[in-house]
C-alpha cells in the first residue's frame, strides 16, 4: 500500500516560511544547494511518527503537493492513468534518491509518485 512520505509546500519568502514553521512547529530546514531555485529540506522531528518535506519557491504553478512512496513508478503512473488521472511530469531522476513523477488525481489535486532508487541519474 502506497503511504504518504513526503510534501512540498510554496513559499513567496524562504527566510520568513523557515520562521515561521520553525518557530511554529520547532521544524528544521536545510537548504539543497544543488536546485536551481530554493529548496530547504524539513525535518519535522525525530522517529518514525510523520513525514519530512520541503519548502520550495513558489512559481507559477506553485501548489501544495503530497508526494506518495510507490514500489515502482512504472506501475503507479500506469494506473494512475488506467484510473481517469493524469500525468504532469513523467519519471524524473532525483540523482541517488530515486524516481520522481507529478500526477494531477480525479478531483484536479496535484501529487507526486515515489519510488525509492539510490542508483537513479
Given amino acids: 500500500m502506497a503511504r504518504p512520505n513526503h510534501f512540498e509546500i ?36 525525530d522517529g518514525d511518527v510523520g513525514i519530512n518535506g520541503a519548502l520550495f519557491q513558489r512559481g ?3 501548489v501544495l503537493t ?20 493524469k500525468m504532469v511530469q513523467g519519471k524524473t531522476p532525483i540523482p541517488s534518491m530515486g524516481w520522481f513523477a507529478t500526477c494531477v488525481d480525479t478531483e484536479g489535486n496535484r501529487f507526486g509518485l515515489f519510488t525509492n532508487d539510490p542508483k537513479a541519474a
Fill in 60 to 62: 507559477s504553478d506553485g
Fill in 10 to 45: 510554496p513559499v513567496d519568502d524562504p527566510d520568513r516560511a523557515e520562521k515561521f514553521y520553525g518557530e511554529v512547529f520547532g521544524w528544521t530546514f536545510q537548504r539543497y544547494e544543488g536546485a536551481p531555485q530554493y529548496y530547504g529540506m524539513a525535518n519535522t522531528g
Fill in 66 to 85: 503530497l508526494t506518495m512512496s510507490v514500489d515502482s513508478i512504472e506501475d503507479a503512473m500506469a494506473k494512475v492513468v488506467e484510473k481517469g488521472g
